[in-house]
């Protein structure tokens, strides 16, 4: 391997609650040094309200005190400690299609109730250093894969919408759309279909197969295509809490309206082209 010394911007975060900055000094892939600063308010998986941090990783003995007192600290002790992501819209923008209160207890208790779950029962685990897609990736069936896979099952769904969605994909995507189902429309009968069909609580998702089609894909509770080749473009959550205080019982009306109201085609098609 030889000895690569590099220098590197490891993380430039802007975020509605903050800036996080992180530069650091690889030796053969292993962190020897790190120098972060991390003003308050970073909610980019990081720990808020710390003020300006200066962290040195392992093996600086002497700074043990400062690591005590919470001014130092090391990636190991905090970094992975899950956060419930940003919405990337207000809690009232898809109103009245999906509503305020929805938003309050999917997002602020549904949601946030995974990351917490998370984060208590991956300590001390082999997970616990792990980021949030290798825990996805890795975890066997049970409790640390169902919480963390619905994290990010969550998170994805929220950006599978926008304020003033719905219409239609353009360009590569809807081609591919096209190609599968002969029109967007029939498309929309087929994910309908899919949505209402997928018995019990799960998400459908539109995925892009490992040769470039796409295909309609139904997963029960956590699952997620993240754990196959498919990668996912898109999303509805339609575990019962995602439509029962707008919608009551009424799933097929939910989905409808997620397809003609909500649906983010521009983020669905940067899936598909990234
Ligand atoms: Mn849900």
Redesign the pocket.
């Known amino acids: 391997m030889g000895v690569l010394l590099s220098l590197y911007l490891a993380h430039l975060a802007l975020s509605p609650g903050g800036i996080g900055l992180n530069l650091g000094a690889g030796l053969t892939g292993a962190t020897v040094g790190l120098l972060r600063l991390t003003f308050a308010g970073d909610r980019l998986g990081r720990r808020r309200g710390r003020g300006i941090v200066y962290e040195f990783s392992q093996a600086l003995p002497g700074l043990a005190p400062l690591r005590k007192m919470g001014l130092l600290f090391t990636p190991q002790e905090n970094d992975m400690e899950h956060v419930l992501p940003p919405l990337p819209y207000p809690k009232n923008a898809l109103a009245p299609h999906m509503s305020e209160e929805t938003f309050e207890y999917?997002y602020g208790k549904?949601?946030q109730a995974y990351v917490t779950n998370l984060n208590n029962l991956i300590k001390g685990t082999e997970f616990e250093h792990k980021t949030l897609e290798e825990i996805v990736k890795t975890a066997p069936a049970g409790g640390i894969f169902n919480n963390a896979a619905?994290v990010w099952?969550?998170t994805f769904?929220w950006h599978s919408m926008k304020p003033g969605g719905g219409g239609q994909p353009s360009g590569a995507l809807l081609a591919a759309i096209n190609q599968r189902w002969g029109s967007y429309d029939e498309f929309k009968k087929a994910f309908q279909a899919s949505a209402v069909g997928n018995f019990g609580s799960g998400w459908t998702w539109l995925v892009k197969k490992p040769d470039g089609s796409v295909d309609i894909v139904n997963t029960s509770n956590a699952g997620t295509p993240l754990t196959t080749a498919d990668k996912p473009l898109l999303t509805v959550?339609v575990?019962e809490?995602?439509y029962y205080i707008d919608y009551r019982n009424l799933r097929p009306k939910f989905v409808e309206t997620f397809l003609e109201h909500l649906v983010n085609w521009s983020f669905a098609e940067a899936n598909y082209a990234g």
Do not use: R
């Open positions: 999917h549904h949601h619905q099952n969550h769904f959550d575990w809490h995602a």
